[in-house]
Nanobody, 116 residues
Framework: QVQLVESGGGLVQPGGSLRLSCAASGSISSFIVMGWYRQAPGKQRELVASITSGSRTNYVDSVKGRFTISRDNAKNTVNLQMISLQPEDTAVYYC??????????WGRGTQVTVSS
């Protein structure tokens, strides 16, 4: 069973930065895609960023130029560097992976709050 543990969330002022990290059990080379989703109160969960095993990245338009996703195969982590954070980025952020076998796994989430 794949286990994903997110860290790095917190409270930050508008314009600030945070770095989220997701530690996966086992080798992330078994994952065809890894990504971050977020869900704000009263809204649907949305894909924020994803990265494939070949390091191909994809971002939702609202975070392009501000967020950067990366994966560290040696540490079995996927990271999300977020800069120029805005109140509309406030949400619970979830780590998500899909294995080559097609199974999908989620972390429990980490809260990001952008407020002055």
């Amino acid at each position: 069973q794949v286990q994903l543990v997110e860290s790095g969330g917190g409270l930050v002022q508008p314009g600030g930065s945070l770095r989220l990290s997701c530690a996966a059990s086992g080798s992330i080379s078994s994952f065809i895609v890894m990504g971050w989703y977020r869900q704000a109160p009263g809204k649907q969960r949305e894909l924020v960023a994803s990265i494939t095993s070949g390091s191909r990245t994809n971002y939702v338009d609202s975070v392009k130029g501000r967020f950067t996703i990366s994966r560290d195969n040696a540490k079995n982590t996927v990271n999300l560097q977020m800069i120029s954070l805005q109140p509309e980025d406030t949400a619970v952020y979830y780590c998500h992976v899909q294995t080559w076998g097609g199974s999908i796994h989620w972390g429990r989430g980490t809260q990001v709050t952008v407020s002055s």
